[in-house]
Nanobody, 127 residues
Framework: QVQLVESGGGLVQAGGSLRLSCAAS????????MGWFRQAPGKEREFVAAISWIGARYYADSVKGRFTASRDNAKNTVSLQMNSLKPEDTAVYYC?????????????????????WGQGTQVTVSS
């Protein structure tokens, strides 16, 4: 029902910046809450950031102050601006979507809350 395509990943030096984008297709994009997750080799997929259908933003402690999520409903896109990148940020980054409603804050942190997922984009941060 909803297709998501990530882009913008690449190789960057520690301290540098990248901007990831997620292009969405489907009905009433503005009604979806969007999340960003990442997964490094041998590790669980972990929460990075989310922006709800009403614009509330949530961040993992590890990225607060460095990453910023945003959305452009007119273009059906969600972005993740990543600054001051660290080698620990190296992972495949995924965007995800869930139909919006008034949820507990904790629901945005869990992969099982989301209905649709993109294929991911690789981010590699060198030291």
């Amino acid at each position: 029902q909803v297709q998501l395509v990530e882009s913008g990943g690449g190789l960057v030096q520690a301290g540098g910046s990248l901007r990831l984008s997620c292009a969405a297709s489907g009905r009433t994009f503005s009604g979806y809450s969007m999340g960003w997750f990442r997964q490094a080799p041998g590790k669980e997929r972990e929460f990075v950031a989310a922006i709800s259908w009403i614009g509330a933003r949530y961040y993992a402690d590890s990225v607060k102050g460095r990453f910023t999520a945003s959305r452009d409903n007119a273009k059906n896109t969600v972005s993740l601006q990543m600054n001051s990148l660290k080698p620990e940020d190296t992972a495949v980054y995924y965007c995800a979507a869930k139909w919006g409603s008034y949820n507990s804050e904790g629901t945005y942190y869990n992969t099982v809350s989301y209905d649709y997922w993109g294929q991911g984009t690789q981010v590699t941060v060198s030291s």
